[in-house]
């Protein structure tokens, strides 16, 4: 069904021409689902962005053929393009908020695309959108025919992305990095869904992944890329059970499994000791009965019903649970972003509840308490450089002078391992994995005691996950740092977590140590997340 022969992409930048994809060979065959893995900035979008030729301004099919059906992509007009696209070939987009038009009804965007490709009337498009909503398993249509992107979760946003790929009955789908960001169970449920819609409809797809575990279970076939170029390719099974090139080896041997620790996910070359820490019998952070409602059309909506944790000094507390169950809730009442409705937050003692967060902005313990958010690229300002990002802190809070400050922004980058010639680059400029580390540094910049990490590794490739991981259980060791993070990744939480807090409907519904809320969860939900997590195959012993 596809072919692509020797494709070469290069993009114009103001330091000379840079190869993005050099000379790729791969084919997808009817009802075939091909997985492209690799690093940020292995070429794995840049492929597919060729293919659908919809590259940026500055990037250009340099060599090579992509042949669709008999149709040559690389030669063909804009006008044939817009053709081909939604009705022949479809993508689903990394951010599903960002690929949906914030301002106009989900529905209609379907309609959009349906009318477009005349598969559909301005009389009968709302029946065949509402159509196309139920072919996804929303629930209530009808009704989420009518909401605007920013009333639906996570999920439900990806969903409709689905919804409207899937639209017109193309014959291949392109979904790049489907589900990151999403919880473990709604991610499960999302690629169920595809494949079962996939193999329903006869189509073929392109599944572009930096999760090995999800690749290894979704695709028939898979290939990796590195630095633009692909280094190898085989049947999935085969492929993680015996890699043959050293970087598919290395890839493997990154990907957390059940009995893994943080340093066996480490290249040999870089392993050191574990750092030892040992949590102090104080808490540096107290949770007592913490509430959130807001008052929405229909009543009061309880986002959060009396939750109580705590947090050691040096120590690091997992909170896990479904898209809407209330982690970003809590985190950001703890951070001081969101004002609590009722409840104490206490630390080091003091109730920071009580300071609103406007004030809470002046406040001294400001710097103590940060934040890592999930989102890299909308957390970074986009008229910033990634320099600019890491001294917002050093010049607000700490009040350093330019030579100082410039030392500590070098310290930081190689801590996170951000090439230095990066600082001076614009977000859009970085691949995701470097936004993420540019993210981290700013908020390790000030030494704060207590940091919030929102899914900091989920736009992470496996390799680069298991470096940042093991920076941040030395920055607890060496500097005595707090953790709470948040995240859907239950290998991760095992690495990285000494406890573990689980929530479900604004409520926790079992806490306790890591290992052994892992090996014996006792609550059905719990169980139900371990399940659903994608296990990749056992590679062979050499």
């Known amino acids: 069904m596809l072919s692509i022969k020797d494709l070469a992409v290069s993009f114009k930048t103001r330091r000379g021409e840079v190869d993005a994809v050099r000379g790729i060979t791969l084919e997808i065959a009817k009802g075939e689902t091909l997985g492209i893995v690799g690093e940020s900035g292995s070429g794995k979008s840049v492929t597919s962005y ?5 590259l940026d301004a500055g990037g250009r099919i340099k060599a090579g ?17 817009r053709d081909i696209r939604g009705r022949e070939i479809s993508m689903i987009f990394q951010n599903p908020r960002a690929a949906l038009n914030p301002i106009r009804k989900v529905g209609h965007q379907i309609e959009d695309v349906l009318i477009q490709h005349g598969r559909a009337t301005r009389r009968t498009a709302r029946e065949e959108a509402i159509k196309a909503l139920e072919a996804v398993r929303i629930r209530d249509a009808e009704a989420r025919y009518d909401a605007y992107p920013f009333e639906l979760s996570g999920g439900m946003c990806q969903r409709i992305v689905i919804a409207i790929a899937l639209a ?17 169970t709604t991610q499960k449920a999302v690629m169920d869904l595809m494949a079962d819609l996939i193999r329903e409809r006869g189509m073929s797809s392109l599944l572009i992944t930096h ?6 279970q979704y695709c028939h076939r898979i290939v990796v890329m590195k630095d633009g170029e692909l280094v190898e390719a085989g049947a999935a099974d085969e492929l993680f059970a015996s890699p043959k090139h050293p970087y598919t080896q290395k890839l493997v041997d990154a990907t957390p499994r059940h009995d893994a620790t943080i340093r066996d996910l480490l290249p040999a070359e870089i392993r050191t000791p574990m750092p030892e820490h040992t ?5 540096l952070l107290e949770v007592i009965n913490l509430v959130k409602t807001y008052q929405g059309k229909s009543g009061p909506v309880h986002a959060v019903k009396g ?59 400001r710097s103590q308490i940060q934040m890592v958010f999930q989102d890299a690229t909308d957390s970074l300002n ?50 995701g994995g470097q936004k993420a ?91 139900e997340l371990l399940s659903a997590a994608p296990k990749p195959p056992e590679r062979k012993a050499a």
């Open 50 to 54: 060729a293919l659908m030729r919809i």
């Open 65 to 81: 053929e992509i042949t669709y059906s008999g149709i040559d992509l690389k030669r063909a007009s804009e006008r044939q393009m």
């Open 168 to 184: 017109c009955d193309p014959q291949l789908i392109i979904a790049d990095e489907p589900t990151t960001g999403l919880d473990i």
């Open 211 to 216: 999760d090995l575990g999800l690749a290894a």
């Open 279 to 283: 949590p102090a019998d104080k808490p």
């Open 307 to 365: 939750i109580s944790f705590s947090v050691k000094a040096g120590q690091s507390v997992g909170l896990v649970g479904e898209s809407g169950c209330g982690k970003s809730t809590t985190s950001s009442m703890i951070v001081r972003l969101l004002d609590r409705t009722s409840g104490e937050i206490l630390f080091d003692g003091k109730d920071i509840g009580e300071i609103s967060c406007r004030d809470f902005i002046k406040d001294p313990m």
């Open 382 to 431: 986009p008229r910033h450089t990634s320099r600019q990002s890491i001294a917002e802190p050093l010049k607000c809070l700490a009040h350093m002078g330019a030579k100082e400050r410039t030392a500590r922004i070098e310290e930081l980058a190689d801590l996170v391992g951000l090439p230095r010639p990066l600082l001076d680059r614009f977000p859009h400029q970085l691949s």
């Open 437 to 527: 580390r540019v993210g981290i540094a700013r908020a390790i910049a000030l030494n704060p005691k207590f940091l919030i990490l929102d899914e900091p590794t989920a736009a992470l490739d496996v390799s680069i996950q298991a470096v940042v991981l093991n920076l941040l259980v030395d920055l607890r060791a060496k500097l005595g740092m707090s953790y709470l993070f948040v995240s859907h990744d239950l290998h991760v939480v095992r690495l990285l977590c000494d406890h573990v807090v689980v929530m479900k409907g604004g409520e926790i519904v079992e806490a306790g140590p890591a290992n052994e809320v892992m090996e014996n969860p006792s609550h059905p939900y719990t169980r």
